[in-house]
């Protein structure tokens, strides 16, 4: 209990209890002659040695916990213009683009009850286009887009998401979170 009124953690103070009980007992089984003595007196030093390491890990762990003066915050870089090309090569590998943040261009081909209120897929560009490039699901706050909205917006890459298509094969497309439409 005087260790878990000084911060210890209760693993810590449990181990330093066990040892001690196990310390005691292989007190008495060694002054009385037993054999049995040495094996408690082996794991009583064994679970000392552990409440010690356990000790010592939980110290060191509430030392090196969070300061009290914050790192300052890395403003996140600007969105920034790409090309169609430069959609294609995230499109085909949005997991090596995670975090990229970009201005895209679409057209919202599904906002329904599948999607819900929080992702729509569109066809993306990376410039205005007729003819947008490829499929993509943008997250976020995309509530006031409906079917056959065009937009342009600056987003995140969160990376590749997979879904059933109307014939029943899976699809992955690039997931991108909405930060702010334009």
């Known amino acids: 209990m005087l260790g878990l009124l000084l911060g210890f953690n209760p693993v810590t103070v449990t181990l330093w209890l066990v040892a001690l009980v196990v310390g005691v007992i292989a007190m008495r089984r060694v002054h009385t002659g037993r ?30 916990g969070t ?13 920034r ?19 990229e943040r970009i201005v895209v261009h679409g057209e919202v081909f599904q906002a ?16 205005p286009s007729e003819y947008p490039d490829s499929t993509a699901m943008v997250t976020g706050s995309v509530s006031e887009l409906v079917e056959g909205d065009k937009f342009t917006a ?29």
């Open 112 to 127: 329904d009850s599948m999607t819900g209120t929080e992702a729509i897929m569109a066809d993306i560009s990376g410039q």
């Open 35 to 64: 054999s049995a003595g040495q094996v408690f007196a082996v794991l009583s030093v064994v679970f000392v040695g552990v409440a010690f390491l356990g000790m010592i890990i939980g110290s060191a762990a509430t030392s090196t």
């Open 154 to 182: 600056e987003v995140q890459v969160a990376g590749s998401f997979d879904y059933t298509n109307l014939m029943g094969g899976t699809v992955s497309a690039p997931e991108l979170t909405l930060i702010k439409l334009r």
């Open 67 to 79: 300061s009290a003066v914050a790192a300052p915050a890395v403003a996140p870089q600007p969105a």
């Open 81 to 99: 213009s790409i090309t169609d090309r430069e959609w294609q090569q995230i499109a085909r590998d949005p997991e090596a683009h995670r975090g």
